[in-house]
Each structure stands twice: as structure tokens, then as C-alpha cells.
């Protein structure tokens, strides 16, 4: 039900108890005069659903499936951009979230109006959680509270929740009950404004029925229910106000004959009679009448929310009854005395007919050219005859038209004479072809397809791959329409004929085919002009290469590839031999003399490595034969290149170092000598060598060096010096564990510093000797920074004991919180000052009062003196409770709490205002030291005098002189209207031009 907004002197004291700041506070037109919900229920309402379809009462069914149909109106939608409705748009994903969660079918269509219509089909319980989720998701959401006794929530829950849970999907509204243990009255309740006020409805109902008040139920027929609420509901809100009793009437979506009246019994007896006396007498006095008007033209009876309905029984004090949106029925009904309901059935009948809806018949095919290139037909139309709605619909031959009857009638001529002259000049026709040679008719980047369109000044409309369609439309001049035709048929004929080959070929030979820069399939492809070759990209790493084109050609073009592949495969033998580097330069011979003259012997293909690189393998391509033969005539370079005396040289060496030696061979540059290195694993232990194994001479041990006698003796010398050493460091077995470190991020921090082998026993050990391996220098190295380490370690040890010292100081639990201070401000200074850890206790502790303070003993001492003093004074504070008018505290508070803030500093005090809902809601509690608690209470009795005196006399000014209230943004302070806008005088059915689609101007919020 719609209300209007009252406002009393006490409406307007607890609006001046709300100011948000400090100082003088004009309010906004809005926040003196807050509109309340309107009317959901009439015909028409914005969320245009048909009566009862949300509100009533489920009746016993015996269909297993139900249907409910309901409306979103334009102003309510969540999502309101249309150019994204469809599949793709946010509320069609929405709708298929809430099908797959609940099992229901859902349907969406766009109104003319630009609201949304919802069909929603399924099982009673599918339906009704469907309906509520999409009223959560599609439709903005509004909150309102409702207060009853807190002794009634319960009754409002039901048994295990049940009837909350029945009343929030009887509503599509989300409930929000305050907790036991929260003293609020307040139930907050979430969703549309029509779901709001249903619930609303159903909460006080439950209360009433709780209350020991008196509560009476009328059950009077629903068709009289105007008469009693009266337009605008102005006759019940006067009978309230009159009586004291509080008359609760069902909305009209709500399929309820019960009026139900509330409050002291002598107000709800007075009202009983006064709503009974307005009964006997309409049911007396009124008759009816029915009459027929077109389903389309009861939305403009309606009205924008109910309004013109209310405007008809104002004027005439006749009831106007519209049949349910989702009623085939045509019929409507007007109730009233018989003198008025003449006047009444003229002003139905003129907002029947202010607008009309027509169709004009036109080819499907054709309305994208009536619309024109960017809208440029239709928008022409439009800006002629702005008040007109022209609305096309997809697969059908018809186009809507709806506006006032004059310019609808205008459009309607001219849409005509589009389609006339359309029909003589352009011709269309379908072409049935397999959707598999779309993509070819299509070509690479619409190639073929934009040619055909350009040569014949036509549009070619292909199906896309998911509809499964062969059917190609042609649209345009009839003489290219049959030209483009032929041509899309000749192509499809040639690619029936077309047959594809896939060759299996090693993707390591496409390059080979390919040729550099495409030379080579270039070659192929003009031998075989009519079939393509695709080779697949690089990485898909794939070895199909494709052949498309005709039979013959295919064939042909698959035995030439074939053939060439053979030969590719047989040049394709590779051998790989080791020739020492510096033979490398002599191979190649005098500006590439000799490697030349092999290669063009051999005919084979002959890579060495780079200058730079260290690798001495040289790799040989071809035939076997001649690969063969090439590599037997640079060995036989190299034999001759070499001429060397062999040395053996035993060099023994501890078994725990021979990894070390072999990783050092690469930096020894003796060439040419070769070194030979046996190697046999020695003993292994928790997988590393271990250091205790006993030495033993034997074959493995034996380095053996090859070369020039001279040379070897100085590999000798050189493998000597990187011959690694072992010593042992004295660490205690508790710290091994810290120079390791997380995850062995220390340990091999260290090795890599001094590149060494650092060993540390297992800890069932429990040994005290780590072993450093490596070169003499290095292990030396690692040794002084081990011992540096050890001793930062013993160091660090000695700190946290020092660090460890703890004190414990008993304080009042009370005092904790002034301790700690706002957000930790207190504590946290205390920690910074003292370089200390202070511990309250947790709230499951036996000492509540124990506070331990950490750190070191001389900063534990200091920081515990602290927060001795702290609280010796803390202990000095008093309180004092002082009564101020509640209306006060807002004032007093401040925006986001500012000026309470302020007098808190400027006295040095804690002031504390009660909780909503406090028995005491007077009660301001100000803590702190007795002089200061004395001035801020004096302060706060001051402040309080002086808002209680603006405020009467901002009240008395009010009611004696209605002129002095003030109000910023009010409509009266606007501008004088210019009669000649469009805007601010619509004319009667029409919006704005052109923007404005609906036929009831311009929106109202």
C-alpha cells in the first residue's frame, strides 16, 4: 500500500535527535520528508505481477508442475543495459546459475516497456526457491525494519525455523531476526519493495496475534477494500490516526477477504465500526458495471504505478477492478454509485484509447533493410514522431507499432511506402549447401565471400557452425541475387569433386621440403597448381601434411612428395667422430680447401663446431657409403697430425677424492695429452662417501696420462696440486644444527663460498667433529669461516638468555583494556620505549589478572614501572553517570563520532553513550580523573541545554510558522517550469524524444 508522509513535532524532535554533526545542520527535502513504499499491490504496480502471484496463500494443487508468471519493471532492474540481452547477457547467465541450482525452467523476455517477464515452471518447491533467487539477483533489492516485541520473534521463527522459512519464500524476501542475546526489537527485512511490504504485513499479523492487545479480524469482501483505504490510502491512514487502532489491510496481490485491526479495545471497537459503517454502505449504495478493453490497453489504464487508478477513485469515488496479468480475461469491472460510474467508465475508456497499438506486415528478410544502415529508416521515423514506439520482431512478419493514434498512423504510412518500394527493387533467394564447404565458400579472412558481395552488390548470410544449417541466403538486386548465385553453386560443385590426403612425413624433413624461404615447395606447388599443401605448424609438432584439390591431381601431387621424401631419408645417415680441436683448423685446410675437396668427393654434408664452442665432434650427412668414406679421410688427416709418445704416470690418490680430481680435469690445458681416469665407487653411507674409509691401493686408483713426455709430467703436477685435502673442526653437536640451517641453506651457503665439502655427522651421532674436503687453500679458508660462525652462534646463545628474563606484574582485569589502549596504541608505546614483550592473559586462563613482561632484566623492570604508574593512576579515575535528553546524543556524538572525540581530548576523558535498545537510554557514563569528570559532565549539561533549546524553538517555529522550516534541494526551490518543455509538461502518453521509449514521459524515482 502506498502512504504519504506526516510529519508531527514528534516525528521532527527525533529527526533533530539525528543530526549528524555538531554545528547547525540544514536538511535535504529527502531527509525531512523520507518517502514511504508505494502502493505494490494495485493492477499496474512497477513489479507488474498479477495479483497473488507472490503474496498468496498456497493452495492444495493436484498438478505436479506449476507455472507463475511475474514482472520486473525497467526501474527495478539490476542490469538495464538491453544491448547485452540475449544469451549473452548477465541476467541470462544469472537465470541458467538458478536453473541448474534448483531444477526449475526459466523463461526471460524483454517488454515493450523495457521490463523484464519472467516465467518460471516447475515443482511447487523448485518454483518458489527459483522465484526467490531471482528476486535476489535480478531485482534491486530494499531493506526496511520492523519492530516488535522481543517476546514475539520466536513466534515469527516457528518450529525449527519453519515458518520464517515459509515466510521468506512466501515473500521472496530475506528475514534478518536479531540474536537472543541482542536487545534489539528491529526485524530487518531484504528484498523488493512489494516482497518488503507483503512481509511486513505477515510480521505484524504474528505479533498482533501475540499481543495482549486487542485484536480483531474482519472478514469483509476483497472488492470493498478500495473503498476502505480510499485513494492513495488516505481513508485508512486518516481512520488510524483518529482512532489510535492500527488497521492492517491485505495488498491487492494478496487473495485476503481478513482486515485486521490492533490496539486498545475502545480505538479497534472504534474502528470496527467505522470500517463496518464504510461497508454496509458501499455494499448499499455502489452497483457495476463490466466492460471489454483489449488486453493491451489495460497497462495504460493502470497507469505508472497504480496511479491512474487512484486518480479515477479519487475524482470519482469508483473502484476500478483489472483482471490479473496472467488472466486471458478481458474484462474489467467498475464498482461505485450508479451516478458515478458514467463518469468513471469515460475516463477508463480515454486512458484505453490515449494510446494505440498497430502491426504492419512485412517479409521477415526485409527488416534490416526498413531499419536501415546504423538505424537510419527507422530513426528518421522516430525523430518525426517521437512519441511512437516501433518495436521489430525477430522470424516473424510483423512490426509492432504503439504511440498516440494520429502519429501512429503517420509512422504506419511511411513504414508502408519503405516496404513497397523495398519489394519492387530487392529480391532474395536460399541456397541449400553442405555446411562443411562453408568455410571454403568464406575463404581466408572472408576472401571469397567479400569478392562475390562486391562483384554483385549483394549480402551473403552463412549459418554460423552451431545452428547445422546448409541454408545460405542472397539478398539485394535480383539480376546480382541470381549471379552470386551460380557462382556459390559452381564452388560448392568443384568442392563435391575435391578430395583431401594426409601424408604421414618426420616433421624434421618439412624444412628439407619446404626450402629456404619456400623456394622448394614453391617448385611443387606450381607443378601442381590445383591442390593445396598444409604443413602443420611447428609447434604442434604434429607429421601429417595435408593434400586437398582434385582426385587425379591429388594423387599425383601424393606420389611426387612420396618419392622426394625417399631421398630426403636415404641422404639422411648422419655419423658423428671425436678430432682433437686443434686438428680442427688443418681439416678445414687453407681457406676450406680440404674440408672442401671432401665434401665434394663424398657428396656429403660436413659440420664442424664453432671456434668457441668446446665440443670436438665433427658431424657427417648422407648417403651411408659416403659418409663412410668421408670420415675414414679425416681420420686419416688426423693420424697424420699426431705424432705422440705414450707415458703412463700413476698418480694414487685417496678414494674420497677421486670426484674431486675428475671435476678439476677440465681446467688442466695440456694439449695434446690425453688423460685416462679409472674410477670405481667407493663405500657409500647415509649416500655420501664416507670420510672413515680405510685407503686402499688398487687398479681404480690409477690416473693414466697420455701424451708427449714432457707434457705429462706437467699434467702430473697439475693433478697433484688439485688433489683435495680433509680436515677435521671441532663444532658442538648443539649448534650443528643452526650453521646447517633451514633446509640446508647454510651448509650450502658455505660450500659454495669457499668451494669445499663440508661433512656433518648424523645426529643419532651426537659427534662433535665436522670434516672440510677440498684444495688445501680452500679447506683452510672454510675453516676460519666455520670457527667465525661458531662463535656468532655462541654469541646469539647468550643474547636470547639474556633476552629470555621475565617478570610478572598483577593488574586489575577491569584495567587491561586502558593498558592496551585504542587499536594497541598504549602497549605498543610501551614495547617501543622498553624493547620488550608484554603478555596479557588469554580469556580461558585461571590468572586473569597476571600480565608477563619479557625481555631484558633492566628493560623488564622499566616497562613493568610503567605499567605500574599507568595504572596507580588509572586506579585515581572515577565515573559518573549523567541523564541527557537521548535527542541530544547524535549532536553531541558528531559525524563518525568528531566532536565527542574532540571533547574527550580537550578534558581528558572517556564518555560512553548506551547501546539501541538500553533500558536507560539517557545513561552517559564519563570516566577519568574527579576534576576533569567534573568539567566534562558540566560541558556535556551545557551542550545538551543548548541543542534542546534549538530544538524547540526550531519545533515552535515549525507549527506556528509554517514558512521558517528549512529545507534544502525541495521542489518549491527550483526553478519556475518552462511550460514549453516537453520534459517538465509531457503531453498525455508520450516521453522524450528520443531517448524516451515510454509512453508515460519521463521516469519518476
Avoid at 171 to 184: E, M
Avoid at 450 to 469: F, L, M, T
Amino acid at each position: 500500500m502506498s502512504s504519504v508522509a506526516v510529519l508531527t513535532p514528534e516525528s521532527f524532535a527525533e529527526h533533530l535527535s539525528g543530526v549528524p554533526e555538531d554545528e547547525a545542520y540544514i536538511p535535504t527535502y529527502l531527509e525531512a520528508f523520507p518517502p514511504l513504499p508505494e502502493n505494490k499491490g494495485a493492477p499496474g504496480d512497477k513489479s507488474g505481477e498479477p495479483a497473488g502471484a507472490w503474496g498468496s496463500k498456497i493452495r492444495p494443487i493436484k498438478a505436479s508442475v506449476i507455472t507463475q508468471v511475474f514482472n520486473v519493471p525497467l526501474e527495478e532492474r539490476r542490469y538495464k543495459d538491453n544491448s547485452q540481452f540475449g544469451d549473452g547477457g548477465e541476467e541470462a547467465k544469472v537465470c541458467l546459475d538458478i536453473m541448474q541450482r534448483t531444477g526449475a525452467h526459466i523463461e526471460l523476455s524483454l517488454a515493450k516497456d523495457q521490463g523484464l517477464s519472467i516465467m518460471v515452471t516447475g515443482k511447487l518447491d523448485s518454483v518458489m526457491k527459483a522465484r526467490k533467487e531471482i528476486v535476489s539477483r535480478l531485482q534491486t533489492q530494499a531493506s526496511a525494519t520492523v519492530a516488535i516485541p522481543k517476546e514475539h520473534h520466536r513466534f515469527v521463527i516457528g518450529k525449527n525455523g519453519e515458518k520464517l522459512q515459509e515466510l521468506e519464500l512466501k515473500t521472496a524476501t530475506k528475514i534478518a531476526i536479531p540474536r537472543p542475546d541482542d536487545p534489539s526489537l528491529n526485524i530487518r527485512i531484504t528484498g523488493t519493495k512489494e516482497g518488503i511490504e507483503k512481509a511486513r504485513h505477515e510480521i505484524l499479523l504474528i505479533s498482533a496475534e501475540q499481543d495482549k492487545r486487542a485484536v480483531e479480524r474482519l472478514s469483509l469482501e476483497k472488492v470493498f477494500h478500495p473503498f476502505i483505504a480510499g485513494a492513495y490510502n488516505r481513508l485508512v491512514q486518516e481512520l488510524c490516526q483518529e482512532t489510535g487502532a492500527r488497521v492492517s489491510i491485505p495488498p491487492p496481490s494478496l487473495h485476503k477477504d481478513e482486515i485486521v485491526i490492533t490496539g486498545e479495545k475502545e480505538a479497534v471497537a472504534l474502528a470496527i465500526s467505522r470500517i463496518r459503517a464504510i461497508y454496509d454502505e458501499k455494499k448499499r449504495k455502489t452497483t457495476t458495471i463490466s466492460v471489454e478493453v483489449k488486453k493491451s490497453q489495460h497497462k495504460y489504464i493502470v497507469g505508472p504505478k497504480g496511479n491512474s487508478l487512484h486518480e479515477i477513485m479519487e475524482t470519482t469515488g469508483v473502484s476500478v477492478e483489472m483482471p490479473p496479468l496472467d488472466s486471458c480475461s478481458e474484462t474489467i469491472i467498475l464498482r461505485g454509485e450508479p451516478d458515478k460510474l458514467g463518469p468513471a467508465l469515460t475516463q477508463v475508456y480515454a486512458k484505453a484509447k490515449s494510446v494505440m497499438v498497430v502491426e504492419v506486415t512485412a517479409p521477415a528478410w526485409l527488416h534490416r533493410f526498413i531499419i536501415g544502415k546504423k538505424g537510419q529508416n527507422i530513426g528518421r521515423i522516430t525523430q518525426q514522431l517521437p512519441k511512437v514506439h516501433i518495436e521489430f520482431t525477430d522470424g516473424e512478419e510483423r512490426i509492432s507499432l504503439e504511440g498516440p493514434t494520429e502519429e501512429v498512423e503517420q509512422a504506419q504510412v511511411q513504414i508502408q511506402d519503405i516496404i513497397r518500394d523495398l519489394l519492387v527493387r530487392m529480391d532474395y533467394t536460399d541456397v541449400n549447401i553442405d555446411q562443411r564447404f562453408h568455410r571454403h565458400l568464406i575463404g581466408k579472412n572472408g576472401a571469397n565471400i567479400n569478392r562475390i558481395k562486391e562483384q554483385y552488390k549483394v549480402s551473403v548470410w552463412i549459418p554460423q557452425e552451431p545452428d547445422r544449417s546448409g541454408l545460405v541466403r542472397i539478398e539485394g538486386d535480383p539480376k546480382g541475387v541470381q549471379l552470386a548465385r551460380r557462382e556459390l553453386m559452381e564452388m560448392a560443385q568443384r568442392m563435391e569433386n575435391e578430395r583431401t590426403k594426409d601424408l604421414i612425413v618426420e616433421q624434421k624433413f618439412h624444412r628439407a621440403i619446404i626450402g629456404q624461404k619456400g623456394e622448394k615447395i614453391k617448385e611443387v606447388r606450381d607443378k601442381f597448381p590445383e591442390v593445396m599443401i598444409n604443413f602443420p605448424d611447428p609447434a604442434q609438432k604434429s607429421d601429417i601434411v595435408q593434400l586437398r584439390g582434385p582426385k587425379n591431381e591429388v594423387e599425383k601431387c601424393a606420389k611426387f612428395l612420396a618419392k622426394l621424401i625417399a631421398d630426403l631419408m636415404e641422404n639422411s645417415f648422419s655419423l658423428s667422430i671425436p678430432i682433437f680441436k686443434q686438428f680442427h683448423k688443418n681439416i678445414i685446410g687453407k681457406g676450406g680447401a680440404n674440408i672442401k675437396k671432401i665434401r665434394e668427393e663424398t657428396t656429403t654434408k660436413i659440420d664442424l663446431p664453432t671456434e668457441n664452442s668446446n665440443s670436438e665432434m665433427i658431424v657427417i650427412t648422407g648417403r651411408k657409403n659416403h659418409c663412410e668414406a668421408a670420415r675414414d679421410r679425416i681420420l686419416a688427416i688426423q693420424r697424420e697430425l699426431v705424432r705422440e709418445h705414450c707415458v703412463c704416470v700413476c698418480v694414487c690418490v685417496s678414494l674420497s677424492s677421486v670426484s674431486q680430481v675428475s671435476l678439476s680435469l677440465s681446467s688442466v690445458s695440456l694439449s695434446p695429452v690425453s688423460l685416462s681416469l679409472s674410477r670405481q665407487e667407493p663405500p657409500q653411507e647415509n649416500g655420501d662417501a664416507s670420510p672413515e674409509a680405510e685407503f686402499v691401493l688398487r687398479k681404480c686408483d690409477v690416473i693414466t696420462i697420455s701424451g708427449r713426455t714432457e707434457k705429462c709430467e706437467l699434467a702430473k703436477i697439475a693433478l697433484l696440486a688439485l688433489v683435495p685435502v680433509t680436515e677435521d673442526v671441532e663444532v658442538s653437536f648443539e649448534l650443528h644444527r643452526y650453521i646447517i640451517g633451514q633446509k640446508g641453506s647454510g651448509i650450502r651457503k658455505m660450500m659454495e663460498e669457499y668451494e669445499v665439502n663440508i661433512w656433518v655427522p648424523q645426529p643419532e651421532q651426537q659427534s662433535d667433529v665436522i670434516k672440510v674436503t677440498g684444495q688445501v687453500a680452500n679447506v683452510e679458508r672454510a675453516k676460519s669461516g666455520l670457527l667465525e660462525r661458531v662463535k656468532e652462534l655462541q654469541a646469539e646463545q647468550e643474547d636470547r638468555a639474556l633476552r629470555s628474563f621475565k617478570v610478572s606484574i598483577s593488574v586489575d582485569p577491569k584495567f587491561h583494556p586502558k593498558i592496551i589502549g585504542r587499536k594497541g596504541a598504549v602497549i605498543s608505546q610501551i614495547r617501543k620505549d622498553h624493547d620488550v614483550n608484554v603478555q596479557f592473559p588469554d580469556k580461558g586462563d585461571e590468572l586473569q589478572d597476571v600480565i608477563v613482561i619479557s625481555g631484558y632484566e633492566r628493560n623488564t623492570e622499566e616497562a613493568r614501572s610503567a605499567i605500574e604508574l599507568l595504572v596507580s593512576t588509572l586506579q585515581e579515575m572515577v565515573s559518573h553517570d549523567v541523564h541527557l535528553d537521548p535527542r541530544t546524543h547524535a549532536r553531541i556524538i558528531g559525524a563518525r563520532g568528531k566532536a565527542v572525540r574532540k571533547t574527550m581530548e580537550e578534558f581528558k576523558v572517556d564518555i560512553r553513550f548506551p547501546q539501541p535498545g538500553s533500558e536507560d537510554p539517557g545513561r552517559v557514563t564519563v570516566t577519568g580523573l574527579p576534576e576533569s569528570v567534573d568539567n566534562a559532565v558540566d560541558h556535556l549539561l551545557n551542550l545538551e541545554e543548548e541543542y534542546v533549546s534549538d530544538g524547540r524553538e526550531t519545533i515552535i517555529s515549525i507549527w506556528s510558522k509554517p514558512k521558517g522550516f528549512v529545507v534544502r534541494d525541495a521542489p518549491w526551490n527550483d526553478k519556475a517550469p518552462d511550460m514549453s518543455n516537453a520534459e517538465d509538461f509531457p503531453t498525455f502518453g508520450a516521453g522524450l524524444a528520443p531517448k524516451q521509449t515510454s509512453a508515460w514521459g519521463p521516469k519518476k524515482f
